[in-house]
């Protein structure tokens, strides 16, 4: 099992950038250099993550929780399309899925339906972690109308050598149910940059508050945000994702 913990984004010591870039990028009073515009800021951001990049291991549980306080944010302020209800390990009562998100989809004309997305953080060394994992996920007893399992590209999903190893053979069982849609997405480091960089700039120090809920769509729909399959994942869309 792979529960989400509670995100604390402190500077590590190889990283001292950090604070001082996002407090001078917000500074409004006083004679300070005003406040970069939003956009800028983030690239900005992105660059010193990217030169400090040993600073930045895997960690899926830190992207978990950071995907999970900006979809809350997104969900609040009805920029994602339908999205209703974002849920964790404990608000679910099990420790199967990660995250749990749910979309109201219809027409005016239309019945309105429910569909359901399960997201699932996977780290782990052992191809033995791996087939219980998937193991647990294909015993789901509710399962969501899609699942995604989700690694980051500096630890591969670990699956044994044999062509037949259990983990190869559970995985297969996944992509072969016929009532959800099961697929995986191994993230590069520019798309963990990415995704820090943004939850940086819009959490320092409450930003979100603050930022015009105009201009928060706008960003979202910027190259960064567009281009981002983890992003677009949660928008509803499934570009880059492997069956």
């Known amino acids: 099992p792979n529960p989400t913990p509670k995100v604390k984004p402190t500077p590590t010591p190889t990283d001292t950038s950090r604070s001082n870039d996002v407090t001078a990028s917000n500074n409004t009073s006083g ?58 390990s404990p608000e679910m009562g099990n420790q199967i899925l990660d995250l749990l998100l749910t979309y109201r989809r219809g027409a005016s004309r239309s019945p309105v339906t429910s569909e359901t997305l399960g997201l699932k953080f996977v780290q782990t060394s052992s191809p033995t972690s791996t087939a219980a994992i998937l193991r647990n996920l294909k015993n789901l007893m509710n399962p969501p109308t899609r699942m995604v399992l989700i690694t980051d590209e500096r630890q591969p999903l670990p699956l044994g050598q044999q ?6 053979q559970r995985l297969q069982e996944l992509r072969q149910r016929p009532h959800y849609a099961f697929q995986t ?39 960064i945000c567009r281009r981002h399959r983890l992003l677009a994942l949660c928008r509803g869309e499934s570009s880059g994702l492997t069956v």
């Open 163 to 168: 062509v037949d190893s259990q983990a190869r």
């Open 31 to 88: 004679k300070g250099t005003p406040p970069l515009p939003l956009e800028q800021r983030i690239y900005e951001r992105l660059q010193t993550i990217r030169s400090h990049r040993d600073s930045y291991p895997a960690n899926v549980s830190h992207l978990c929780g950071m995907t999970e306080q900006l979809l809350r944010r997104l969900m609040e302020l009805q920029i994602i399309n339908g999205l209703v209800a974002v849920e964790t």
């Open 185 to 223: 997405l191994e993230l590069t480091f520019d798309e963990v940059a990415e995704l820090q960089a943004l939850y940086d700039v819009l959490f320092a120090t409450n930003a979100p508050a603050a930022i015009p809920v105009e201009t928060l769509r706008h960003l979202f729909d910027n190259d």
